[in-house]
Each structure stands twice: as structure tokens, then as C-alpha cells.
């Protein structure tokens, strides 16, 4: 079955840029049927959807941070990144990547997350 | 920066029914945009609980059920058990933007 793993640095400076990918096993990146994305959780706190990306490269972003978000897609890989630049303490949170259909469709399948804390 | 509010905490006692409701606007439940729920343990990713309004993914019990009217939507839980404390989050579209609700805390007295 289709699983979601995210990777990268749990530690980053302020001011800084997050990056982490998330890793597509038991199907492909490349479906038509599918977006891919990533949505966070601050420690004690709700949902945010940062973004999401088609396998073409087709972007959708959060406009409360698409002033510091660029999503990538890497169809070779079957996986997808975020960036997230000039990051600040709230920015710490749990980052999650996730599935979704098109439109207004659900987010299906989730990654297990990864925390991300912004210290210096 | 959540725009669908859910009240922060519900409870019951085993067997009781509770009900979580989800209130948006015109923009987006409103707009007719489809509501999903999300199931979350602590220290877990969030698992899709109802789609599409009051559709039940494979696996998940009957027990748990969605409605929409209007502006908002509502997810029940019939027959409570020890099992379902957890936290529960609705979801919709608005526009080009995915929002999630505040976040209902299901307590099992």
C-alpha cells in the first residue's frame, strides 16, 4: 500500500532555510489522480496547510506563507520537497506530507510527520 | 489562522452519542465545498476518519458519522468507547486554499 515518509533536519537556525522531503513507497508520484502535500502542526496546536504540488509541477500555496514556501517535485525520485525560507521559533512544528484528490478532496494517506524546531 | 471553528472540548460517558460541530462560512462550506474529518491520537499523524461529507473510509466503524448543512458540518459518535478519546479536526476547501478546523478534544469520562 502506499506510504509517505518525510525526512530531513530536525534542527534549524532563525533566519534560515527548512528543507525536507517526503518520500513516496508503494506507488507513484506521478498519478494524475493525486496531489501531494504538506500541512504542519505547532507543539499544542492545530492544522496548517502550507501547500501543494501536482506531479507537473503544478503549485498551490497557503497565501499566509507563500512569500516563503516553493515546493518541488522529483518524478525520478517519486518524491516531493518543501522549503521554507527566513524561518523564525514559529516555525517550529510537526511537519506532515500528505495525499490528496483533486478539488476539494481529502487528504487520504499521511506521513508519520517529522518535528522541525527553529533555535539557535 | 483556522476559519472553520470547532468547540474545544466535548465528553461523554461509554455508550453516550457526542457531536462535534464545524462552523465555516460562505466561502468555503458554504460554497459547497465537501467537509472531511480527521481523527488524531497524541504523537500521531491525523487519520481521515469521514470524506466527503458523511463517508466512512474502509475500516472505520459505523459509529462515526458526518453531516453538513449550510455553513457547517457535524461529525456524531454514537455508541462512545474508551477508544475514541482523541482529538478531531474538519476540513474544507476555500477557494485555492485547504483549511482545517480549530481542533475538538473528545474526552471519554
Known amino acids: 500500500q502506499l506510504q509517505l515518509q518525510e525526512s530531513g533536519p530536525g534542527l534549524v537556525k532563525p533566519s534560515e532555510t527548512l528543507s525536507l522531503t517526503c518520500t513516496v513507497s508503494?506507488?507513484?508520484?506521478?498519478?494524475?489522480?493525486?496531489?501531494w502535500g504538506w500541512i504542519r502542526q505547532p507543539p499544542g496546536k492545530g492544522l496548517e496547510w502550507i501547500g501543494s504540488?501536482?506531479?507537473?509541477?503544478?503549485?498551490y500555496y497557503n497565501p499566509s506563507l507563500e512569500s516563503r514556501v516553493t515546493l518541488s517535485v522529483d518524478t525520478s525520485k517519486n518524491h516531493f520537497s518543501l522549503r521554507l525560507s527566513s524561518v523564525t521559533a514559529a516555525d517550529t512544528a510537526v511537519y506532515y506530507c500528505?495525499?490528496?484528490?483533486?478539488?476539494?478532496?481529502?487528504?487520504?494517506?499521511w506521513g508519520q510527520g517529522t518535528k522541525v524546531a527553529v533555535s539557535s | 489562522q483556522s476559519v472553520l471553528t470547532q468547540p474545544p472540548s466535548v465528553s461523554g460517558a461509554p455508550g453516550q452519542r457526542v457531536t462535534i460541530s464545524c462552523t465555516g462560512s460562505?466561502?468555503?462550506?458554504?460554497?459547497?465545498?465537501?467537509v472531511h474529518w480527521y481523527q488524531q491520537f497524541p504523537g500521531t499523524a491525523p487519520k481521515l476518519l469521514i470524506y466527503?461529507?458523511?463517508n466512512r473510509p474502509s475500516g472505520v466503524p459505523d459509529r462515526f458519522s458526518g453531516s453538513k448543512s449550510g455553513t457547517s458540518a457535524s461529525l456524531a459518535i454514537t455508541g462512545l468507547q474508551a477508544e475514541d478519546e482523541a482529538d478531531y479536526y474538519c476540513q474544507s476547501y476555500d477557494g485555492s486554499l485547504y483549511v482545517f478546523g480549530t481542533g475538538t478534544k473528545v474526552t471519554v469520562l
Open positions: 466527503g461529507n458523511s
Open positions: 500528505a495525499r490528496s484528490g483533486t478539488g476539494d478532496d481529502a487528504f487520504d494517506i
Open positions: 504540488i501536482y506531479y507537473s509541477g503544478i503549485t
Open positions: 460562505r466561502s468555503n462550506i458554504g460554497a459547497g465545498y465537501d
Open positions: 508503494g506507488g507513484s508520484i506521478s498519478s494524475s489522480s493525486y496531489y
